[in-house]
């Protein structure tokens, strides 16, 4: 009888015991937290992946289409002087043609380093690109041939585009607001040694 009268008293000190019947209480700013680190993860991987994307898994045929985004890009140093270089890379200067330099960048677009140059006059931008390394392919037609130079023309994303070799690189040249008789102007002149200025109805206006 004794050990009977003793059964109710072990079960219920064994259910007061457990603790894993009541739910578990989790801090909210520890979850908020968690949400913010996750947040940044994931963007830190997206930006990553864009990066990546311009830097690795580009062909020499897509180079010149690349560059061209770029120059909707902002500028993040400072212009050169004339005779200076971007990242080892001698750009051209049109201060001459009456363009005011607005700053410059250097990026990599596949396995190419790219140094450009921005330009401003009357409120249009026109952006001017070296690539490194051998030549790459140019879209589009050839539209002009100063001195043996062939410039190809393209439009890209809305954007005219001219693309030519120089020094064993390729140069770009593109604007979405430039009129193309000036870009094609400036192309000549700065291809031809006989050419001091564009012509007064193209390269500035």
Do not use: C, Y
Request: aromatic share 4%; no cysteine; hydrophobic share 40%.
């Amino acid at each position: 009888m004794a050990s009977e009268g003793m059964t109710p008293t072990l079960d219920a000190e064994q259910t007061q015991a457990d603790p894993a019947s009541g739910p578990v209480q989790r801090d909210p700013r520890k979850t908020r937290i968690g949400r913010i680190l996750g947040a940044i993860v994931i963007l830190v991987a997206i930006a990553t992946a864009i990066g990546f994307a311009l830097t690795v898994g580009v062909s020499d045929s897509e180079v010149v289409v690349d560059v061209a985004a770029v120059h909707d890009l902002p500028a993040s140093r400072p212009s050169p002087g004339p005779t200076q270089e971007v990242g080892g890379l001698r750009t051209l200067n049109i201060e001459s043609f009456g363009w005011t330099p607005k700053g410059a960048r250097l990026d990599a677009v596949g396995t190419h380093t790219v140094a450009t140059t921005f330009f401003s006059r009357g409120g249009r931008v026109l952006g001017i690109s070296v690539i490194s390394g051998t030549s790459v392919f140019e879209p589009g037609p050839v539209v002009i041939r100063p001195d043996g130079v062939q410039v190809h023309q393209a439009n890209i994303g809305g954007r005219t585009v001219l693309s030519w070799r120089r020094g064993g690189h390729t140069l770009v040249m593109s604007s979405i607001v430039v009129p193309t008789v000036w870009m094609r102007n400036l192309a000549t002149a700065l291809n031809s040694p006989r050419a001091s200025r564009p012509p007064s109805s193209g390269a500035a206006g």
